[in-house]
C-alpha cells in the first residue's frame, strides 16, 4: 500500500497545516475502505489496479482543491474597487513622478531625451512597485475583514443614484485624465521654473517672446488641471465638460499655432549643443511637437463638439 | 482532459443537485464509502474525489455531525444530518419541488416542439 500513502502524503501537501492530519487521516479511510470492496470482489489488488485506482480519485491537487478551494487574495466584490484605487494611485504617481523628473531636467542635471524619458520611466516604477504592493495588501486584508460589510454595502443603492450617461463615450478613462494632468502640470512647470525655483536665476528655455505668450497662457493650463481634477471626481462627460474641454483644447491650437508662425520657440545656445545635436535639428524637432500638439488639439475640438451635439 | 461548455453546463447543474441529494442520504449515518455505493445504486454517478469532498463542505457548514468509530480494525467517519441540516434539507426540498413542477412542463413542451 506504498501507492496509497504516498498518494495520501501528496494530497496532505497541498493542504492548510491545520487540516492536514484529519483530511488525510479521512481520505485514507475512505480510500482502504474502496480498495477492501475490489479486494472482495478480484481478490488482493497488484501494484497496477492500486495505480488506477488512484487515478480515478483524481490529481493528489485536484483532490486538494475539492477539500479548500482557493481563495483570491482580493475578493470578487472589492476587485472593480481595486483596480480603480490601483489606476487612480499609480495615476498620481506618474504626475508626480513626471514633476520630479521635469524639476531635474529643467535643472539642467539630465539634458537629453533619452535620459528624460528613462528618469521618468525609473522613478514611476520605483514609486510604483511600492504603491502596487501597499494597495494590494490593503484590499488583501479588506478582503479577510470586510466579506459582510461589502454584501450589506451592495444592497444599500438606488437605481436614482446612477449617473444618467447612456452613452459608452461618456466614461471618461483614469489613464486619459492622468496623462492630461501630467502634460499641463508638466507645461506649467516649464514655463514657471525660472521664476519658481530657488537659488540663483536660470534663462527659460523659451526665447523672450514666447516666454511671455506662454505666461500669459497659464490661466488656460490651470482651467485645463482643474477640468481634469474635476472629471476624476465625476468620471462622466457631460455637457458642461465637453463645452470646457472645447475651449482649453481651442486655445491649445491656437498658441500651437502661433508658437509655429513664432520662430525661433526655444532660447538655444549653440556651445551647449555643439557636437552633439544642430540647433536647427533640435528647433525643427520643437516645431514638429508642436504641430502635433495642434493636431491633437483639433481633433478634440472636433470630437467633442461632435460629442455635443449627440447629448 | 479538455472540458467542452455541454461538461461545465453539466457540472454546474449537478452541483447544487448532489448537495441536495448527499443531505437526503444522510438522514441515516453513513461513512464516505457507503455514501458513495448509496448514490451510485440509486442512479448517481459522483466521483470520490468530489464527493469527500462536498462531505466535509457540507460538516463545516454545521449540517452534518460526524464521529469515528472503529471496527474490526478499520476506523471511519460516519456522517449524518444534524439540526440545521433537517431543517435544511426540508427547505432544499421545498425549493426542489418547486423548480422541478415549473421545469417539467417546460421540459415536456420543449420535448413536444421537436417532435413536430
Avoid at chain 1, 508626480?96 to 516604477?125: D, P, Q, Y
Avoid at chain 2, 421545469?103 to 415536456?108: D, E, I, M, Q, V
Wanted: glycine letters at 4%; charged letters at 20%; hydrophobic letters at 45%.
Amino acid at each position: 500500500m506504498d501507492l496509497v500513502e504516498r498518494y495520501i502524503a501528496a494530497v496532505k501537501r497541498e493542504l492548510p497545516t491545520r487540516s492536514r492530519e484529519d483530511i488525510g487521516r479521512e481520505l485514507e479511510a475512505n480510500i482502504m475502505d474502496k480498495v477492501d470492496a475490489l479486494e472482495e470482489q478480484h481478490g488482493p489488488l497488484n501494484q497496477q489496479q492500486v495505480n488506477d485506482l488512484l487515478l480515478e480519485m483524481g490529481h493528489p491537487r485536484t483532490v486538494a482543491r475539492e477539500f479548500y478551494p482557493p481563495k483570491p487574495l482580493v475578493s470578487v466584490q472589492l476587485m472593480p474597487i481595486y483596480l480603480n484605487t490601483l489606476y487612480m494611485v499609480l495615476g498620481i504617481l506618474f504626475v508626480i513622478s513626471s514633476l520630479e523628473v521635469a524639476t531635474r531636467w529643467l535643472s539642467g542635471s539630465e539634458m537629453t531625451l533619452f535620459l528624460l524619458m528613462k528618469g521618468l520611466l525609473s522613478s514611476f516604477l520605483n514609486a510604483g512597485y511600492f504603491a502596487f504592493t501597499w494597495v494590494t495588501i490593503a484590499f488583501i486584508i479588506m478582503t479577510r475583514d470586510n466579506k459582510k460589510q461589502q454584501d450589506n454595502d451592495s444592497c444599500q443603492w438606488s437605481p436614482t443614484q446612477l449617473p444618467s450617461a447612456l452613452n459608452n463615450w461618456q466614461h471618461i478613462r483614469l489613464q486619459d485624465i492622468f496623462t492630461d494632468l501630467a502634460s499641463l502640470l508638466f507645461l506649467a512647470l516649464v514655463i514657471w521654473y525660472p521664476i519658481l525655483r530657488p537659488g540663483p536665476d536660470i534663462e527659460s528655455i523659451f526665447n523672450n517672446e514666447t516666454w511671455t505668450v506662454l505666461q500669459w497662457f497659464t490661466p488656460i493650463i490651470a482651467i485645463g488641471v482643474v477640468n481634469s481634477l474635476w472629471q476624476l471626481r465625476t468620471r462622466i462627460w457631460t455637457r458642461r465638460l465637453l463645452g470646457i474641454n472645447i475651449g482649453v483644447s481651442s486655445a491649445f491650437a491656437a498658441m500651437a499655432l502661433w508658437l509655429m508662425a513664432t520662430r525661433p520657440i526655444l532660447r538655444l545656445d549653440e556651445t551647449t549643443w555643439e557636437g552633439t545635436l544642430s540647433v536647427a535639428s533640435i528647433e525643427l524637432s520643437v516645431l514638429v511637437f508642436v504641430f502635433v500638439v495642434l493636431v491633437i488639439s483639433l481633433y478634440e475640438v472636433i470630437r467633442d463638439l461632435r460629442r455635443l451635439t449627440r447629448l | 482532459m479538455t472540458t467542452t461548455p455541454s461538461d461545465k453546463l453539466k457540472l454546474e447543474l449537478r452541483r447544487g443537485v448532489l448537495a441536495l441529494a448527499v443531505l437526503a442520504l444522510l438522514k441515516e449515518p453513513h461513512y464516505g464509502y457507503s455514501l458513495r455505493q448509496q448514490l451510485q445504486d440509486s442512479g448517481i454517478e459522483i466521483d470520490e474525489g468530489t464527493l469527500y469532498p462536498l462531505i466535509r463542505r457540507l460538516a463545516d457548514q454545521g449540517l452534518l455531525d460526524s464521529e469515528w468509530r472503529h471496527a474490526s480494525g478499520r476506523e471511519r467517519r460516519y456522517y449524518q444530518l444534524s439540526a440545521l441540516g433537517r431543517e435544511r434539507l426540508e427547505q432544499l426540498t421545498q425549493e426542489w419541488s418547486s423548480l422541478n413542477n415549473a421545469l417539467s412542463p417546460l421540459l415536456t413542451l420543449n420535448n413536444a416542439l421537436e417532435g413536430e
